[in-house]
């Protein structure tokens, strides 16, 4: 999904690697999931590209005047999984290692933990209690 966003001090433009959306994933309150991949040696520097964009689509959503809601962001090299939340411009990031036999579980329950939520959202029911109620 390509995004853009002109401020008074910035201008963003850029392209999320996969999104994962519902509806035709042209409206930006329809994003629910941002995902970066990145080689092992380039992983650093999708934190900024990933955040960027999570930070553009969160502002777009307030503009349009949307109810603020969490995004979701997964920023990962195969090995290394970085799982983001951001809400209301604050993030918060839980790391787990793919080669790390306790993180493995946790990895694969939020993975299917972000799916499910897509599944939800992606509903009439569920799109409609996601535009009406907060985080």
């Not at 999104?19 to 934190?47: F, M, N, P, Q």
């Not at 290692?97 to 009439?124: G, S, Y």
Request: aromatic share 8%.
């Amino acid at each position: 999904m390509q995004t853009r966003f002109s401020g008074p001090r910035i201008e963003l433009e850029g392209k999320v690697d996969r999104s994962l959306c519902y509806g035709d994933g042209a409206e930006r309150r329809k994003h629910l999931v941002a995902i970066e991949a990145k080689t092992a040696e380039a992983l650093s520097g999708g934190v900024p590209q990933l955040l960027s964009y999570m930070l553009c689509v969160q502002h777009y959503q307030q503009v349009a005047g949307k109810v603020p809601r969490p995004l979701f962001g997964l920023l990962s090299d195969g090995d290394h999984f970085n799982f983001y939340r951001l809400y209301e411009c604050r993030y918060c990031c839980l790391e787990l290692r793919w080669f790390i036999p306790e993180h493995r579980q946790q990895i694969l329950d939020l993975l299917a933990k972000l799916c499910r939520e897509a599944l939800a959202a992606a509903t009439p029911r569920g799109s409609e209690a996601m535009e009406t109620t907060s985080g």
